[in-house]
């Protein structure tokens, strides 16, 4: 039961352009989201969350858009940096129920960003 | 101002061994998760511990799996009898106050080969 899908394994950018990473839900219970960036061999590394009373937050390059109609969130990178290149993975967590205080992960998706 | 610290990074051991991995939360977090990454997966919560209680252990394995979080020094992540489904990194994340609006910050991660 994958209640976190991140539907594309990998992307591939150039450096310099927009990024778009995608995430789906499927709990309604949801209502805080978190993107982290991992690099091989390390652990994940926050970047960004967004509480379900906003739909959009902003942090230098890095923005994140929510529709909660959709069960829908994606992070924007802009401008993209080959630095930037690893694995990415959306999480969630509930206020309440089974699901809360632990997060729980998309399969994540490797951003590839070409100089 | 120390991150989440894990030891040790690489652990090998032998099937029927006893694998002790150790998270020492961020200064001033009193929460801590295990989440387990199999290969080619996503992170997949285990086990929420406050200080001397486990509030939400439905992501560990029935038999084997152990985890504990004492008044006085890190938390520890037990696995007994390991057999070679147990290889997998495991990552602890710490938060401040538990709110399912805290972040959680991961360490690096623990590597388990069982060969």
Sequence with gaps: DQQVKQNSPSLSVQEGRISILNCDYT????DYFLWYKKYPAEGPTFLISISSIKDKNEDGRF??????????????????????????????SARMGASYGKLTFGQGTILTVHP | NAG????????????????????????????????????????????????????DESGMPKERFSAEFPKEGPSILRIQ???????????????????????????????????
């Design chain 1, 27 to 30: 709990n309604s219970m949801f």
């Design chain 1, 63 to 92: 923005t994140v858009f929510l529709n909660k109609s959709a069960k829908h969130l994606s992070l924007h990178i802009v401008p993209s940096q080959p630095g930037d290149s690893a694995v990415y993975f959306c999480a969630a």
């Design chain 2, 4 to 55: 989440v610290m894990q030891n040790p990074r690489h652990l090998v051991r032998r099937r029927g061994q006893e694998a002790r991995l150790r998270c020492s939360p961020m200064k001033g977090h009193s929460h801590v998760y295990w989440y387990r990454q199999l290969p080619e997966e996503g992170l997949k919560f285990m086990v929420y511990l406050q200080k001397e209680n486990i509030i």
């Design chain 2, 81 to 115: 009898q390991v057999v070679r489904g147990d290889s997998a990194a495991y990552f602890c994340a710490s938060s401040k106050d538990g709110l399912n609006t805290d972040t959680q910050y991961f360490g690096p991660g623990t590597r388990l080969t069982v060969l």
